[in-house]
């Protein structure tokens, strides 16, 4: 799993409040269509190989299934993962509690 | 449609629901100002007016009268138009794999009805002929005069009508200047702005998104940080139905007429604009497992998607917006 790293995250937190007290009042109108732009407020990524980057997913499925089957065969319920997990890897993360869904009815 | 709408407020958030373009609308306003509450209310108005200009359902709309006259001058209402045009802007930019003129394999599948799709099993009987549709699309557009002519093939503007919608809302809340932070969300597409509620000392304020599995049940794919952006998902949870016998749905492949096959059980994409992140989630499910990853890279789309196996993906672009996910769903 990637997540923003506490750095990052530091500079949000000084970050946050100030743009969020800039909305009152202003007029905030983002109509670029390039989806590049959203995605660049909160980081520039790394370049990504698709492929390679698919195979990373695969694989991660594909242990997260046979920690799952691993862990049924103990007799274990092994709730869902924040991350691939294997051997004696860390307890797995909950989910943080979201305020809305997207995909329930998405047309 | 009887609106139900509900409104519940308190000093630190004012909440708006009702039901528009066979979904749920939920405006939230974080710190309300004075006048948040008549924002909310042209919000609203605002849906009314997009799916009633917009809508596939009723032969009165602004959309079916245009989609009537064909090669001939209609015209239409501003939300239309705008619709209309930003459809073809939409068909443009992705070389034609968004191409609202689905309209007629829609209907040859016996998708007929809005909200009856959502409400539960549907089986259709009997259906039509569907063809691939390999003529340009090539729209004449009278902004002056408001008129359009939307060519010889109906449109269906159920991609990117309730984008339009959202895009909509949250201009009319940041118009109004309205809170602090701001979330407009119909059926899974929402867009924010804002960095979402407050939260415990300590915790990061951010708009956090479920991204719900497109297999059923009540567990999350992952968790998205959207603040300030727009998301949108499509999926066949929903808007699928038998048609005779055969399982279909409702993202129809422009290339071949018949719904997508490409083993992507569902989209989601972060972009500024809710229209364009509708239209996205489009393309890249229509593109297919195959090319999605190379599609999204490519084009710089912050997507995730989850194939028919139930491995979730994630675009680089997408990777520093997920707070959470699991490898794979069930």
């Known amino acids: 799993m990637k997540t923003r790293s506490r750095s990052t995250w530091g500079a949000l937190a000084l970050v946050a409040p100030v743009a969020a007290a800039s909305l009152v009042g202003s007029v905030v109108w983002m109509s670029d269509h390039d ?73 | 449609m009887t609106p139900v709408a509900e409104r519940t407020s308190s000093a630190a958030e004012l909440q708006h629901s009702f039901r528009a373009m066979a979904s749920p609308v939920n405006v939230r306003i974080i710190d309300p100002a004075a006048g948040a509450g008549e924002a909310v209310a042209a919000v609203e108005q605002c849906f009314r007016n997009v799916e009633r200009e917009c809508t596939r359902f009723d032969p009165e709309s602004d959309l079916m009268r245009a989609n009537a006259a064909g090669e001939e001058w209609a015209e239409v209402g501003p939300h239309c138009f705008q619709a209309i045009t930003s459809a073809y802007d939409a068909y443009r930019a992705s070389e034609g794999a968004f191409d609202p003129r689905v309209y007629s394999a829609l209907v040859a599948l016996g998708y007929s009805e809005g909200d009856t799709f959502t409400a539960g099993p549907v089986s259709v009987g009997t259906v039509g002929a569907r063809a691939a549709i390999r003529e340009e699309w090539a729209p004449a557009f009278d902004r002056e005069g408001g008129r359009v002519q939307v060519g010889s093939l109906p449109l269906d503007l159920g991609g990117i009508g309730k984008g339009l919608a959202v895009r909509g809302g949250r201009e009319i809340l940041l118009a109004a200047s309205a809170g602090s932070a701001v979330l407009v969300e119909a059926g899974g597409d929402l867009a924010t702005a804002g960095y979402g509620p407050h ?11 479920a991204v719900e599995s497109p297999f059923g049940g009540s567990g999350s794919a992952a968790v998205l940080d959207a603040s300030d952006a727009a998301v949108a998902t499509s999926s066949v949870r929903l808007r699928s139905w038998k048609a005779q016998g055969r399982d279909v749905h ?77 490898p794979c769903v069930q």
């Open chain 1, 35 to 107: 989806p590049r732009a959203a995605a660049s407020t909160v980081q520039q990524s790394e370049p990504v190989d698709p492929a390679l980057q698919d195979i990373a997913d695969r694989v991660a499925a594909l242990q997260a299934r046979a920690d799952k089957v691993r862990g049924e065969a103990q007799g274990l319920t092994v709730q869902d993962a924040g991350k691939g997990t294997s051997g004696n890897a860390p307890a797995p993360e909950p989910a943080p509690q979201p305020d809305t869904w997207t995909g329930a009815s998405g047309g």
């Open chain 2, 199 to 209: 939260r415990e000392a300590g915790e990061v304020r951010a708009w956090r998104v």
């Open chain 2, 250 to 326: 409702h993202l129809i492949d422009p290339r071949t007429g018949e719904p997508s096959d490409g083993g992507i059980a569902s989209v989601t994409v972060l972009a500024h604009d809710p229209a364009w992140a509708e239209v996205w989630t489009k393309v890249l499910f229509i593109e297919g497992r195959a090319r999605a990853a190379q599609f999204a890279e490519e084009h710089g789309l912050a997507a995730l998607w989850i194939d028919v196996d139930g491995v979730v993906h994630v675009s680089g672009a997408m990777a520093p917006r997920v707070l959470w996910k699991v």
